[in-house]
Every structure is written in structure tokens, then in C-alpha cells.
């Protein structure tokens, strides 16, 4: 059967990759729509995915380099760009320099998401576990700024600096040499 064919691009682990892809690009659509809730609903579904995608892949033999590309890939849009957008939109800027300045802070994460995955995907073999990530997972990161989202929306923290040190220090900690047990 085609799904479990580890040559077919279309395989089962593959499928799941993409689900968490389409999972992204909508919930990105809903932010900027202004439908968080179901964003946050398709995030949760996306991280589901990308947790099936590794274990059916490894289970069934299907591990391949290019999983591991449209995996990083996944993370980039599941996990890096859906959640900065979830966090931007959601900060209600006072001046364009505020605008300009978290705009620059979230760009900052998204470059220093995309240089972690880059680095990961140089370091791994289709397949392989290793025992520790070195530096935030991006999907450790993006419940860092769901969570940062939730404390924002609910008044915890208000002000738009301090959010933008958080995001800021969480970019910092995805390219850092922090040692994070692999589940």
C-alpha cells in the first residue's frame, strides 16, 4: 500500500505533516481575522500532528530526509509564524513606534525560529532521537508565547515592552546552547 511506502512523498507520516501545515495556514487566517479561539484550537490540533507524524513515521519505517524537510517546514508555519501572529495581532499597539518596534521583536523570533529549525534539520538524521534539544523546540516556544497570549489577553501583563522582552528572550533561547529533555 502507497502509505506505507517510505518513497511515496504522499506516505501516512507525510499526510500528517501536511495536515499540521493546513492546520497552520488556517489558523494564521483566523488571527488575522480576529478569530483567535479557533486558531488556538487549530495550533493544538497542528501540535497533535506534528507529535503523530514522528511516531508513525518511526513505527512504520517511514522516516525519510524529506519528512524531515516538510516536518521543519510544518514547524515553521505551525509553530514559529501562527503563534508570533497570534501574539502580534493581539497586542493592541499605541503608536506606530510601538508597531514598528514589536514588529521588529516578532520578526526578530520568526528569523531566529527559522535558524534554529535550519540547524536541527543540518544536525539530524532522517529518523534518528536524540536525548536532548539544544535550545527551545519551536513547539516549546510557541506554547511559551500561547501562554504569553493568555497572560496578555487576561491583563497579567499588560504593558507591550515587557511582552516584547519576553518575546524577545524566548528568540534568544531557541538558538541557545540550553539543554531540553526530548519527550
Request: charged share 15%; hydrophobic share 50%.
Amino acid at each position: 500500500m502507497r502509505l506505507f511506502d517510505k518513497n511515496n512523498h504522499f506516505n501516512l507520516a507525510n499526510i500528517i505533516t501536511f495536515a499540521n501545515i493546513t492546520c497552520g495556514i488556517l489558523g494564521i487566517y483566523f488571527i488575522v481575522e480576529g478569530n483567535f479561539l479557533v486558531a488556538i484550537i487549530l495550533a493544538w490540533i497542528g501540535g497533535a500532528f506534528d507529535i503523530a507524524d514522528g511516531k508513525i513515521a518511526r513505527k512504520y519505517n517511514l522516516s525519510t530526509e524529506f519528512g524531515v524537510q516538510v516536518d521543519s517546514f510544518a514547524d515553521f508555519i505551525s509553530f514559529v509564524v501562527m503563534p508570533s501572529f497570534l501574539v502580534f495581532y493581539a497586542i493592541e499597539k499605541s503608536s506606530t513606534i510601538d508597531e514598528i518596534m514589536v514588529g521588529i521583536i516578532f520578526i526578530f523570533y520568526i528569523i531566529s525560529g527559522l535558524r534554529r529549525l535550519i540547524e536541527f534539520n543540518l544536525k539530524t538524521d532522517a529518523g534518528g532521537v536524540s536525548k536532548y534539544f539544544e535550545g527551545v523546540p519551536t513547539p516549546l516556544g510557541a506554547i511559551l508565547l500561547w501562554v504569553l497570549y493568555l497572560v496578555y489577553s487576561y491583563g497579567v501583563i499588560t504593558n507591550i515592552y515587557v511582552v516584547s522582552i519576553i518575546v524577545l528572550s524566548i528568540a534568544i533561547s531557541l538558538n541557545s546552547k540550553l539543554k531540553i529533555p526530548h519527550p
